[in-house]
């Protein structure tokens, strides 16, 4: 399924490759790899938080946050890797962890 065209594809992925930020804002960044700007991106077998390139094998999370719903994109330097759980943390703070420990003190 190709989300928008090849045109539009090609800009966006001009555009986020020299700044990441605001990826994962842009809904049309779930179907363009950064890497190497196809837009044949599929979900990852076995991961429902990951999609990965058809064309260089390529994978990254993209996902809605647990917590407030927001989408969390591994690309995005907003959404960086926690070290306790391997997940992204999203813009609103949470991450895999706030997930387990929800009502427990840190
Ligand atoms: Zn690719
Ligand atoms: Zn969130
Ligand atoms: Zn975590």
Request: proline letters at 4%.
């Amino acid at each position: 399924m190709e989300f928008c065209d090849r045109e539009t594809a090609k800009k966006l992925f001009e555009r986020y490759r020299s700044k990441r930020d605001g990826i994962r804002t842009s809904p049309e960044m779930a179907s363009i790899c950064l890497i190497c700007g196809s837009v044949h991106i599929v979900p990852k077998a076995g991961d429902a938080r990951m999609l990965v390139c058809r064309d260089c094998g390529f994978a990254f999370y993209r996902y809605q946050c647990d917590l407030c719903g927001a989408t969390v994109d591994g690309r995005d330097p907003h959404n960086p890797a926690c070290r306790e759980c391997g997940l992204r943390t999203c813009s609103c703070g949470a991450c895999g962890c706030s997930a387990k420990i929800k009502g427990e003190l840190r």
